[in-house]
């Protein structure tokens, strides 16, 4: 199994990016997005089964918007109002139930 994520980048505070990532492999039964901002621990952001339930940190609600296409075994996340303290690796994630999986991090950076 293999993620490619895509969609990071350099933004100014307030701004937006949409994150994709794509899946080889198996449906999987839950796909998110973590983050590990430098000198802290990885973090979840935000995960969605397959069921369509959706699960975020406090510190994005309403803020950031995670999505899934299965027929595309992708999984996406928008992010609208970015604040610095966004800035971060991103890392999609896939669990198949059996394993979980990592993509290669994409980095988010916002300006202030």
């Known amino acids: 199994v293999q993620l490619q994520a895509s969609g990071g980048g350099l933004v100014q505070t307030g701004g937006s990016l949409r994150l994709s990532c794509a899946a080889s492999g198996n449906i999987f039964i839950s796909m998110g997005w973590y983050r590990q901002a430098p000198g802290k621990q990885r973090e979840l952001v935000a995960l969605?089964?397959?069921?369509?339930?959706?699960n975020y940190a406090d510190s994005v609600k309403g803020r950031f918007t995670i999505s899934r296409d299965d027929a595309k075994k992708a999984v996406y996340l928008q992010m609208n109002s970015l604040k610095p303290e966004d800035t971060a690796v991103y890392y999609c994630?896939?669990?198949?139930?059996?394993?979980?999986?990592w993509g290669q991090g994409t980095l988010v950076t916002v300006s202030s």
């Open positions: 969605i089964t397959s069921g369509g339930s959706t």
């Open positions: 994630m896939a669990n198949s139930g059996f394993n979980v999986y």
